[in-house]
Nanobody
Framework: QVQLVESGGGLVQAGESLTLSCAAS????????MGWYRQAAGKPRELVATMSRGGRTEYADSVKDRFAISGDITKNTVYLQTNSLKPEDTAVYYCYAYGSTKFDPNYNNAYWGQGTQVTVSS
């Protein structure tokens, strides 16, 4: 119904930057929120950053001075600029969308991408 495709992950050294991209497609009626979560090995998935259709953003405390979320939800795209990366940022980063499909415009659901690996070496 809704597909999310991420790109931009990779292997970098501490202090470097990466830009992650995500595009949503499929039978989208309206997306309300898009963003990024991450999951490190052996840890639960956690919020990194989200942005709402109205432009409100939310960041995890651990990244808010280093990462920046941007994009155009009306065009179903979101980006994550990651700066000053640290080894503890190593994780699989998942794109997230919350919205409805053309099949049921009144029902909102959460959708996830397959993830992109970010590895930061020290």
């Amino acid at each position: 119904q809704v597909q999310l495709v991420e790109s931009g992950g990779g292997l970098v050294q501490a202090g470097e930057s990466l830009t992650l991209s995500c595009a949503a497609s499929g039978s989208i009626f309206s997306i309300r929120v898009m963003g990024w979560y991450r999951q490190a090995a052996g840890k639960p998935r956690e919020l990194v950053a989200t942005m709402s259709r109205g432009g409100r953003t939310e960041y995890a405390d651990s990244v808010k001075d280093r990462f920046a979320i941007s994009g155009d939800i009306t065009k179903n795209t979101v980006y994550l600029q990651t700066n000053s990366l640290k080894p503890e940022d190593t994780a699989v980063y998942y794109c997230y969308a919350y919205g409805s499909t053309k099949f049921d415009p009144n029902y909102n659901n959460a959708y996830w991408g397959q993830g992109t690996q970010v590895t930061v070496s020290s």
